[in-house]
DNA sequence: GCGACAG
DNA sequence: ATCTTGTCGC
C-alpha cells in the first residue's frame, strides 16, 4: 500500500473507526516525544543514559531535550528489551517540564510475541499513547515479514496467525526499511503516518528517535 | 545441542 | 547496543 492511499483513507472513511481505535485526534496531536538510551562500560558495571527529545508536530522544532544516566544491572534478553531500559526511561521522564502527546520508542510494541514490546509497556507508565519503531526485525514464531516496494511510504503488513502485529515501512528509496507497530492507544496506520510526518531526507528514522539517538551519543561523552 | 536474537 | 577505516554516492 502507498503512503498517499493511507493519507487518503485516514481522512475520509476511515475517520469512524479510528477515533473508535485511538484515544485522540491525530489533529489534536501537539507535541511528540523521540526516546532511545545508550550504553557504555566501566569495568565489570554497564552504564546506560537516556535521552528524551520532544518535538512540535507541526513545526518540527525541538522543544526540549532531557537525559537521565545510571547504571544497568539487567542484561539485554530479545524479548526482555522493557525490563532494561524503562527503568532509565522513567527517570528521564520526571525531568521533562513539557507533557507530550505521544511517545515514539527505539524498538517495538505490539510487534512482539508476547504482544508487549518496550513502546507497549512503557505505556502503561506514560499514560499516553506510544509507537514502536524498531530498525530491525524481531521474528515472531517463524513469520518473515515482505519486503515493501521500493518507494517512500510503501509498507506492508506483518501479519502472524493471520493477525496483524506491525508493518515493514520503507521510509526512504534503497534503504532498509524499518518496523513500526503500535504501542497503545493509537492504531497501526496513524502510527505510520505519524512516522512518515517526522522523517526527512538524512535518515531513514524519524526525527523524534533519529535526535534522541544522537542526544544519547553526546550525553555519552560527557559521563564516560 | 543448535540457531536465532528489538536494543 | 558497541567495537571501528575506508569508501561509495548525492
Not at 526499511?177 to 526527512?200: A, K, M, Q, R, Y
Request: charged share 25%.
Amino acid at each position: 500500500m502507498k503512503s498517499e492511499e493511507l493519507f487518503k483513507v485516514e481522512q475520509e472513511e476511515w475517520i469512524p473507526e479510528i477515533s473508535l481505535k485511538n484515544n485522540f485526534q491525530l489533529a489534536d496531536i501537539g507535541l511528540v516525544a523521540g526516546v532511545d538510551i545508550a550504553y557504555w562500560s566501566e569495568g565489570e558495571a554497564d552504564f546506560g543514559v537516556c535521552c528524551i527529545v520532544v518535538i512540535d508536530y507541526i513545526s518540527k522544532q525541538i522543544i526540549e531535550e532531557v537525559e537521565y544516566y545510571g547504571q544497568i544491572d539487567v542484561p539485554y534478553i530479545p524479548g526482555y528489551l522493557a525490563f532494561r531500559e524503562l527503568p532509565l526511561v522513567k527517570e528521564a521522564v520526571k525531568k521533562l517540564q513539557s507533557k507530550p502527546d505521544l511517545y515514539m520508542f527505539d524498538g517495538n510494541g505490539y510487534l512482539h510475541f508476547r504482544k508487549m514490546g518496550i513502546a507497549t509497556h512503557a505505556s502503561f507508565y506514560l499514560n499516553k499513547p506510544t509507537i514502536g519503531v524498531a530498525k530491525s526485525y524481531l521474528k515472531i514464531k517463524d513469520t518473515d515479514f515482505d519486503m515493501p516496494n521500493n518507494e517512500v511510504g510503501s509498507f506492508t503488513y506483518i501479519k502472524v496467525d493471520g493477525e496483524i502485529y506491525g508493518a515493514a515501512l520503507r521510509t526512504r528509496k534503497d534503504v532498509k526499511p524499518i518496523f513500526i507497530s503500535c504501542g497503545n492507544w493509537i492504531d497501526l496506520e496513524t502510527s505510520i503516518i505519524i512516522t512518515l510526518h517526522f522523517v526527512e531526507n538524512n535518515s531513514r528514522l524519524p526525527i523524534t528517535t533519529r535526535y534522541a539517538d544522537l542526544a544519547t551519543h553526546e550525553s555519552r561523552k560527557k559521563y564516560s
